[in-house]
T-cell receptor, first 109, second 114 residues
Framework: GQSLEQPSEVTAVEGAIVQINCTYQ??????LSWYQQHDGGAPTFLSY????GLEETGRFSSFLSRSDSYGYLLLQELQMKDSASYFC??????????FGSGTQLTVLP | DARVTQTPRHKVTEMGQEVTMRCQPI?????VFWYRQTMMQGLELLAY????????DSGMPKDRFSAEMPDATLATLKIQPSEPRDSAVYFC????????????FGNGTRLTVT
């Protein structure tokens, strides 16, 4: 089976840094992806970690530790537009994604 | 800017009716995935294809759902007969052959079954 755990809600203020954690229990694990979804919209790709370590893309960074079955998404210099749901997802052998339940991020002015 | 296109965007139908949702993957993408999103269950994988061949549809209720790829530019998801519990947003996503390339999602079909 596959399961991913992430916090349901996170609140932070503009300009702050926030970290969204994700722990997983999956078979056939190939990597951890992060997707952003605004209300009513399509999930959009943010980052992917196939190997342990940190991946940085602008204000977003993602980390993976395979030995700990753990990853996180780090968002820096938060902006109001970052208010959205963030999903971690484990990738399988056929590139299929199994999603966590999502973290609702609210950025306050 | 290439996009995954899904039609219709919204569908309201009565219980028992057939529903067909369509997806046009990004040109050149060889993997196609169908997901369903509800508040209670989140994003669930229903079925997926590679090079038009079905790889796995174990996430779908087999008695009423069917997924096909008649050609490389069209994927369909059918529900017959539809039930109120099928109300959800159905997303199609496609991926290129590149090993670490991300999935690109369409804007979804919001289905309401009354």
């Amino acid at each position: 089976g596959q399961s991913l755990e992430q916090p349901s809600e996170v609140t932070a203020v503009e300009g702050a840094i926030v970290q969204i954690n994700c722990t997983y229990q999956t078979s056939g694990f190939y990597g951890l992806s992060w997707y952003q979804q605004h209300d009513g919209g399509a999930p959009t790709f943010l980052s992917y970690n196939a190997l342990d370590g940190l991946e940085e893309t602008g204000r977003f960074s993602s980390f993976l530790s395979r030995s700990d079955s753990y990853g996180y998404l780090l968002l820096q210099e938060l902006q109001m537009k970052d208010s959205a749901s963030y999903f971690c997802a484990s990738r399988g052998s056929a590139r299929q994604l199994t999603f966590g339940s999502g973290t609702q991020l609210t950025v306050l002015p | 800017d290439a996009r995954v296109t899904q039609t219709p965007r919204h569908k309201v139908t009565e219980m028992g009716q057939e529903v067909t949702m369509r997806c046009q993957p990004i040109l050149g993408h060889n993997t196609v995935f169908w997901y369903r999103q509800t508040m209670m269950q989140g994003l669930e994988l229903l079925a997926y294809f590679r090079n038009r061949a079905p790889l796995d549809d174990s996430g779908m209720p087999k008695d009423r759902f069917s997924a096909e790829m008649p050609d490389a530019t069209l994927a369909t998801l059918k529900i017959q007969p539809s039930e109120p519990r099928d109300s959800a947003v159905y997303f199609c996503a496609s991926g290129s052959p590149g090993e670490d390339s991300p999935l690109h999602f369409g804007n979804g079909t919001r289905l309401t079954v009354t």
